[in-house]
């Protein structure tokens, strides 16, 4: 598959793009008018640079508002097209992008369309370019793709094809199948981009909110099925308008959106091998003229294998897990690291090379098939390598780095659900009262802004989590937002946050920034949470202090039990209630930047306490004020 992207995409000037996205690996990419016009760059120059980087010129775009326009209109629009193709000529381009129009037609007719669209041909033919159609949604008379392919056989010039835009035809909720019924040289190019499904006017949804593929809602493995089975060979390439991506780091949304290609790549050879047409069962092993490449196969994580935090200082975090219940392991045999474990949940805490540095939450362990197999994986998708340095006898972990810099360590799973790595850990002292059977439930991370789409698409990506719909949580500083990444059993559990961008400080590296001072938190599951907290109690153990209206509130909602009602208050327990089942959790106090949670899930309860999100950050707000 030729991947490309337009520079409308990314951040900087033309340069800085382009050499981004050589960097990134694309093979082409389409130059967004704009970012032209504002270039010290002359053409010839852009075409020199393009060929030193090994990019191809793809698509010159965009031309708008060309036909169903009156006699007058006709000739200047022909005359500015004339312009643009000399241009094209000077850049070495031979596609140009128009899009149906919007702004100045005043004729629903499409002979008369077909007929202007015809001398645009003829025009783009003397100068050697091709001319690719796009219906825009929102296009006052062609918003529709299978409306722009009539008029492409109307006109029936070789210079004049059709472009398909996943955007136009998704948001419009278009049936995809019949782009299989397009004849493959007349699309002229395929533009893909992902949306999160969002109910507004079709221009502002895609002027602001695209997404690269993998990071929104839309079924574009299908999209690119059909497209494939037309017989289309071209680029398929990223336009994504979105105001996060145009001012964060260009190299780093460059990879970014190859990331989301080459997935879309997987994932749609995934589709074709999964829904052969109707009565053709060979289709499904049919080689198509688009080579698709795909990727290691790996299944969803089995479960988490340990969490890591770091620390300079690690005294209250040692104090915080021996009042929860957890037994010291001791400490590694040559590395500056303590095991602590209750059950099967393991915690690091990790004080090399971390001079200075408040407790955090450092890394993460998932319990995977092969590891080899997941980090081959994790890296053709272009995650950075995490190298660990390791003794002979030592396990040696797999890690990347994930885009707000945790590292992640795909480890061996294995049945029982032990991990053999913890053999490396001497003998600690006594233990205290240990025993409950405890498990990791879920780990929140807090994302710094400019990299949320990216991390949804890179825990999908490379470690088979499924996105789950997202949600908003009220707090004092702002809406949280809140997206759930899991396995279809719940066995591994990440919540992604969205922090307010009111709680970041100003001097930190912007990868740090929402990390250091929004709080994230490792939460355990225990069999009987009311026991778990008594003890932590008698051990002095300082939870979070729920105010005393919530649970006023909690007994007008729920009509709970007197006696209940008392315990949950009595040790400052949260609770929530569904169809499926019920909830109880409490939140330590947070040393650094983390906290940690006790669950207990009761039936089949499958979410996070949401209603209770807000009293939390209410509290910890009030704390974390001077
Ligand atoms: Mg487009
Ligand atoms: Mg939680």
């Known amino acids: 598959m030729r991947t490309g992207i337009a520079t409308v995409c990314l951040s900087g000037t033309l340069k800085e793009k382009m050499q981004a996205c050589a960097i990134a690996g694309f093979d082409g990419i389409e130059i967004f008018e704009q970012d032209l016009v504002t270039s010290p760059l002359n053409p010839e120059d852009v075409r020199t640079m393009a060929a030193d980087l090994g990019l191809g010129l793809d698509l010159y775009q965009p031309f708008r508002d060309f036909d169903g326009v009156t006699p007058d209109l006709l000739k200047a629009n022909l005359r500015r ?21 919007v702004a100045t037609a005043t004729i629903n007719d499409d002979g008369l369309r077909a007929e202007q669209l015809s001398e645009l041909a003829e025009l783009a033919g003397d100068h050697g370019v091709k001319v690719a159609y796009e219906a825009l949604a929102w296009g006052k008379y062609v918003n529709d793709y299978e409306h722009a392919y009539r008029l492409v056989e109307m006109v029936d010039h070789p210079n004049f094809g059709t472009c398909l835009d996943s955007f136009h035809i998704l948001s419009r909720d278009w049936d995809t199948a019949p782009i299989e019924k397009i004849n493959a040289d007349k699309i002229f190019f395929v533009q893909v981009a992902d949306a999160p499904k969002l109910s507004m006017d079709v221009l ?105 935090v770091k620390a300079d200082d690690t005294a209250q975090l040692e104090k915080l897990l021996g009042q929860l219940g957890f037994a010291f392991e001791g400490r590694h045999r040559t590395k500056d690291v303590q095991l602590w474990t209750m059950g099967q949940a393991r915690v690091i805490i990790n004080e090399q090379a971390a001079q200075h540095a408040e407790p955090a939450i450092a890394a993460l362990g998932f319990d995977v098939d092969s590891p080899v197999i997941a980090s081959a994986r994790a890296q053709q998708l272009k995650a950075p390598v995490v190298a660990r340095k390791v003794q002979a006898d030592e396990e040696v972990f797999q890690g990347i780095s994930a885009p707000d810099s945790t590292e992640i360590f795909l480890c061996q799973g294995s049945p029982d659900g032990t991990a053999a790595w913890t053999h490396e850990f001497g003998e600690g002292p006594e233990h205290p009262a240990a025993g409950a059977s405890a498990v990791i439930d879920h780990v929140n991370l807090a994302q710094p802004w400019q990299h949320f789409d990216e991390a949804v698409l890179f825990y999908t990506s490379a470690l088979a989590l499924e996105p789950q719909p997202f949600a908003e949580v009220p707090s004092p500083s702002g809406l949280v937002r809140s997206q759930v990444m899991q396995t279809s059993d719940g066995a591994v559990r990440l919540v992604l946050n969205l922090a307010p961008v009111q709680q970041a400080p100003v001097q930190q590296s912007p ?116």
Not at 589 to 614: C, I, Q
């Open 81 to 101: 097209a004339e312009a643009k193709f000399k241009l094209m000529s000077r850049l070495g381009m031979d596609t140009i992008l128009v899009c149906s129009n």
């Open 204 to 308: 502002s949804w895609s002027r602001h909110y695209r997404v690269f593929p993998g990071e929104g809602q839309f079924e574009l493995a299908k999209f690119m099925g059909h497209v494939v089975r037309a017989g289309y060979t071209g680029p398929v390439s990223l336009e994504v308008f979105n105001d996060v991506f145009r001012q964060s780091d260009v190299e780093r949304t460059a990879v970014d959106a190859m990331r989301s290609l080459i997935w879309l790549e997987e994932q749609s050879a995934k589709w074709l091998a999964g829904n052969a047409s109707e009565g053709d069962a060979a289709a499904s092993r049919r080689r198509y003229p688009m080579e698709l490449a795909t990727l290691p196969k790996v299944s969803e994580p089995a479960g988490f294998n340990f969490a890591e």
């Open 511 to 626: 990868a740090r920034q929402a990390r250091k001072t929004y709080q994230e938190h490792i939460a355990f599951a225990v069999d009987d949470l009311v026991s778990t907290a008594r003890s932590a109690r008698d051990r002095g153990l300082e939870f979070l202090q729920i105010p005393a209206n919530y649970y006023e509130d909690l007994d007008a909602r729920f009509d709970l039990e007197p006696g209940f009602l008392a315990t949950l208050q009595e040790l400052n327990l949260l609770y929530d209630r569904d169809a499926t089942g019920e909830f109880l959790h409490f939140y330590t106090a947070t040393v650094g930047s983390v906290f940690f949670e006790m669950v207990e899930r009761r039936g089949n309860y499958d979410g996070y306490g949401a209603p209770n999100a807000p009293v939390r950050h209410a509290v910890q707000y009030d704390l974390a004020r001077p």
